[in-house]
């Protein structure tokens, strides 16, 4: 082992063996090179006054080498902060700008334990960071019944850790907290559990009420106390878009001090939060018991940066921190979150006048991107095929029963149109098989 990684783990070790025994082999074997090209690089960047010959970069009247049909298309912005490799970690201004607005966001945080937020390639880049970090061969990692497809590739396929389901919804509709409670004590045999916690959920649109959300917290306690090293992650993709009344925070915070067993980790990003798909914006962040601690863990999160991708992308770090720190941000984003608030009051209103009540049901939906339809007489994927072919209308089958409606990308005045096109579909299929 590098004795820089001997080092990192005797850290945290020391600081939390029980973190230190949720490390993966591979988690146990990263660390982050202080010595070499980076390094070396940033030693001459602040004192080679007369000539740095040492990152590979090509500079030109003492900026950064570009093309004139690149930077004509981006003259708003000094090619300094769009050309040079951004560090590792990212950039420290959209790194402290996202610590602000995330602890102005969640008041939970406020004195709590936490670590600068380290960005990147977007919340999938920072899944499989988690995965690389803390799953490994039989690991169990716990989520629900409808989630999202990619867990199982990045944790599963990757890994080798083993997806532990449980169902969403309980028989009242509610978060099913028992179900997540009794999947986390299940594993006390492997000592070890990984809890992946997707609020608004992907697919359903789900978010838990507040009392639903201190039974989730209930929950993992509960396998902590029972001796259960449990690392806790939310994955907060959709966060801010709370349509209703439930919880309108991260339960990061919630998570960050509950117990020396639990880790909590924060993914997210401004991919959806500031509708920015393509820029691959993403952030990781610990909470811990010291600073020593969290130091140890982004060094390994940077070597595993260093090992993939090296840093991420500069230009949309950059154009995330310039609309971070602009005064119309704020108004701009409510604008955004209203237009997004009344598509889904309008699907919601659609659905409860009682019209479509013999071809589906709804799993409950209060936030972010979705909704699922739960069809009652027609299977799923051929409802999707045929409404592709017949009518132009795509949507998301999961299962035999259930349909995935994304109203983000609907207009509003296009949402009844949407549905009673689906429903047309239904009424096709049920046609066809009563012949």
């Known amino acids: ?90 950039k420290p201004e959209l790194r402290a700008a996202w610590r602000k607005k995330m602890i102005e966001e969640n008041p939970s945080l406020e004195g709590k334990t936490i670590g600068n937020p380290i960005v990147t390639n977007a919340l999938t880049h920072g899944l499989s960071i988690v995965a690389d970090l803390f799953a490994g061969p039989g690991d169990s990692v716990i989520i629900p019944d409808k989630n999202w497809e990619n867990y199982e590739i990045t944790f599963g396929v990757r890994r080798g850790a083993e997806i532990v389901n449980y169902p969403l919804y309980n028989a009242d509709n509610k978060f099913n907290a028992e179900g997540l409670r009794d999947a986390i004590l299940a594993q006390k045999e492997k000592g070890k559990a990984i809890v992946i916690l997707n609020f608004p959920n992907n697919p359903t649109g789900y978010t838990p009420l507040v009392e639903e959300g201190k039974q989730i917290v209930a929950a993992i306690k509960a396998g902590a106390e029972a001796g259960i090293n449990v690392v806790a992650v939310t994955d907060d993709a959709y966060f801010g878009l709370f349509f209703e009344d439930s919880l ?55 070597g595993m940066i260093r090992s993939t991708i090296s840093s991420g992308p500069h230009p949309s770090q950059t154009f995330v921190l310039h609309a971070l720190n602009a005064p119309e941000f704020n108004a701009q984003k409510q604008e955004k979150f209203s237009i997004m608030k009344r598509r889904a009051n309008r699907v919601k209103e659609l659905l409860d006048s009682g019209k479509y009540d013999g071809a589906w049901e709804y799993y409950p939906f209060n936030s972010g991107y979705f909704m699922c339809l739960k069809l009652k007489t027609v299977d799923a994927e051929s409802l999707r095929v045929h409404l592709l072919n017949e009518y132009g209308v795509g949507t998301i089958a999961l299962g035999e029963t259930d349909l995935r409606v994304a109203f983000s990308c609907i207009e509003e005045e296009q949402i009844d149109d949407l549905f009673e096109l689906i429903y047309r579909g239904v009424k096709d299929l049920e046609n066809v098989a009563a012949r």
């Open 1 to 90: 082992m590098h004795p820089l990684a001997k080092q990192l783990n005797e850290t945290i070790q020391r600081e939390n063996p029980h973190v230190y025994a949720m490390l993966s082999e591979l988690g146990k074997q990263i660390y982050f090179p202080k010595e070499g090209i980076l390094s070396q690089s940033a030693e001459a960047k602040a004192k080679a006054n007369k000539y740095n010959a040492t990152i590979g970069t090509a500079l030109e009247n003492g900026k950064p080498m570009h093309l004139k049909v690149i930077q004509d298309t981006l003259s708003a912005y000094d090619p300094k902060d769009l050309y040079e490799y951004a560090p590792p970690a990212g």
């Open 248 to 302: 309108h925070e991260s339960l990061f915070g919630a998570l960050s001090d509950l117990h020396p067993r639990v880790l909590a980790v924060k993914v997210d990003g401004a991919t959806k939060e500031e509708y920015v798909w393509g820029f691959r914006v993403g952030f990781i962040t610990y909470a811990g018991q010291s600073d020593a601690f969290l130091a140890a863990l982004e060094q390994k999160t940077m």
